[in-house]
């Protein structure tokens, strides 16, 4: 069936409306001698709308007149339809062939390069590899070799160990994957010292010498564990007329371990018992328009502004540049969202709650993510105002590892 009207549509096919005598007799006769009719339908006036071929529309002229009965052409649909409506109408045919060849020209061209897979290694050192081998935008497809690319890639770069360069329509995408260099081991000589300050609750020391005990309090930059190994000092023994043996210079290493205390945070909060101010309805426009060379013309949305209150998102997209040239085309997309006033008044337990944690976010904003927390304390701040205001205040004590390296010159 879809096969058949595929054939009919390249061939051509009239929908005609017949009416006369007798509309029956007509399309058992044209059926007799071979003209193929289909979606024969009898409407309620007695007259028949059917379809037909356009090669059998004169012998039906001639069936017509044998069975008292007339017909009109109510559609004409195929493809010499569509040809004929193109001679007449030279210069839309003429614009439709030029902007097919625009768009296979352009499609013919690389206009989008991506690198995927670099961690390490900057995409613009791909990208600057990948050009030397005629990988760029603008290039042709046709001329690109993905597999030189490929080799360049490597060949340029020794910190990738695979390339593949892939091209889909008029983007590029190459991807990389990056060797695994091992780190090298830094002995120069170094302390480990406090980022901040705390109570010491335990050291353990993997390279170097313990500067500080259990329980003391430290300030920032102290020295936690020192990369300064001293001596060890051995009992002397005096005989007459032996001289005493000079001092052993210090060790310097680089230090190592981990030094937890614990440290506390403080944030603070105050909340409003009637908040007032404005805030988004969820109603939002969108106004889209074209710059071109200082002017703007608006495209869709209107051009005055839609809300009387309302704050504004503006996302511009400019086109491509092709080797040297850049067309000064701003597509520019503004959307709008309306801003309602409000007023909510709050009890006193919901603004306490509200208090506390926005308090306890602004505590937990500097803790590190490997803090543990042991303990946290909330105080409610009296001052004049409380009939209007609820002020809290959190404190969060944690433990955690408050040490990090710090090199010095022996």
């Known amino acids: 069936m879809m096969l058949f009207r595929m054939m009919s549509w390249l061939q051509g096919y009239l929908v005609i409306h017949v009416t006369g005598e007798a509309p029956e007799r007509f399309v058992n006769m044209a059926a007799s001698r071979g003209i193929y009719l289909w979606d024969v339908e009898r409407l309620r006036n007695g007259a028949v709308m059917l379809k037909v071929h356009l090669k059998a529309v004169r012998p039906l002229r001639h069936i017509a007149r ?20 193109l001679r007449r109408r030279r210069a839309l045919a003429l614009g439709a062939l030029l902007f097919l060849t625009a ?9 989008f390069v991506e690198v995927k897979g670099n961690d390490k290694l900057d995409s613009s050192q791909v990208l600057q590899a990948a050009g030397q081998a005629g990988l ?13 690319i490929e080799n360049k890639i490597v060949e340029q770069l020794p ?16 991807e990389v994957a990056e060797r695994i260099v091992p780190a090298e081991e ?17 050291v353990l020391v993997i390279n170097g010498r313990q ?7 430290v300030s920032k930059g102290q020295v936690l564990i020192s990369g300064e190994i001293l001596p060890v000092e051995e009992p002397v023994k005096s005989e007459a007329g032996k001289k005493a043996e000079p001092p052993k210079p210090s060790r310097y290493v680089h230090a190592k371990g981990i030094a937890r205390a614990r440290v506390w945070y403080e944030g603070y909060s105050e909340v409003s018992l009637v908040e007032t101010g404005k805030r988004p309805t969820g109603r939002e426009e969108t106004r889209v328009s074209i710059k071109f060379k200082g002017k703007e013309i608006i495209l869709s949305g209107g051009p005055n502004e839609p809300f009387e209150q309302y704050e504004t998102k ?12 850049t067309l000064p085309v701003e597509l520019i997309t503004m959307k709008y969202f309306e801003l309602a006033d409000f007023r909510e008044e709050r009890s006193r337990a919901a603004a306490r709650r509200t208090a506390e944690e926005r308090a306890y ?47 010095f010159k022996p």
């Not at 593949?164 to 983007?171: D, E, L, N, P, S």
């Open 314 to 325: 503006t996302f511009v997209s400019r086109t491509p540049q092709w080797r040297n040239l």
């Open 186 to 202: 830094n002995n120069r000589p170094a302390h480990i010292v406090a980022k901040k300050m705390g109570v010491i609750k335990e």
């Open 211 to 217: 500067a500080v005990k259990e329980g003391g309090t």
């Open 361 to 407: 976010a602004a505590a937990a904003q500097s803790m590190p993510g490997d803090a543990r927390i042991q303990e946290r304390w909330v105080e409610e701040v009296a001052t004049g105002d409380s009939d209007k205001l609820v002020r809290v205040k959190v404190v969060i004590e944690t433990v955690e590892d408050i040490g990090e390296e710090a090199a």
């Open 159 to 174: 910190l990738v160990s695979w390339s593949g360069v892939y091209i889909k329509g008029t983007k590029a995408t190459i």
């Open 136 to 148: 760029r935008r603008g290039a042709l497809k046709w001329n690109v070799d993905p597999a030189a």
């Open 66 to 85: 044998r069975t008292r009965c007339r017909f009109r052409i109510r559609q004409r649909s195929g493809l010499p339809f569509y040809f004929a409506a």
């Open 103 to 111: 768009l296979y020209f352009l499609s013919s061209f690389i206009w």
